[in-house]
């Protein structure tokens, strides 16, 4: 069985302007800041892609939740729980 490689990217160098006291600590606990600063960000993106995704699609959501409240769920016969 072959292993699939999995893609890296491609990392930039960056100036970011954080808190000092919150560096200071974070390095004296031995947190990888530059890791931690993606994750963070990683997070934001996902948050933000997510709420963008909702807003975009409230109307057809809306309008699903409009039906099964009227009609329940379609095929709910064929259920077996």
Do not use: D, W
């Given at each position: 069985m072959r292993t699939t490689e999995v893609a890296k990217s491609v990392r930039k160098p960056t100036n970011l302007s954080l808190d000092s006291a919150l560096?200071?600590?974070?390095?004296?606990?031995?947190?990888?800041?530059?890791?931690?600063?993606?994750?963070?960000?990683?997070?934001?993106?996902?948050?933000?892609?997510?709420?963008k995704w909702l807003n975009e699609n409230a109307e057809a959501i809306e309008s699903s939740n409009a039906y099964v409240e009227a009609n329940g769920l379609p095929l709910a016969r064929h259920r077996q729980f």
């Open positions: 560096l200071k600590e974070a390095k004296s606990l031995g947190i990888n800041v530059s890791r931690s600063a993606e994750a963070g960000i990683a997070e934001a993106v996902k948050l933000h892609k997510r709420s």
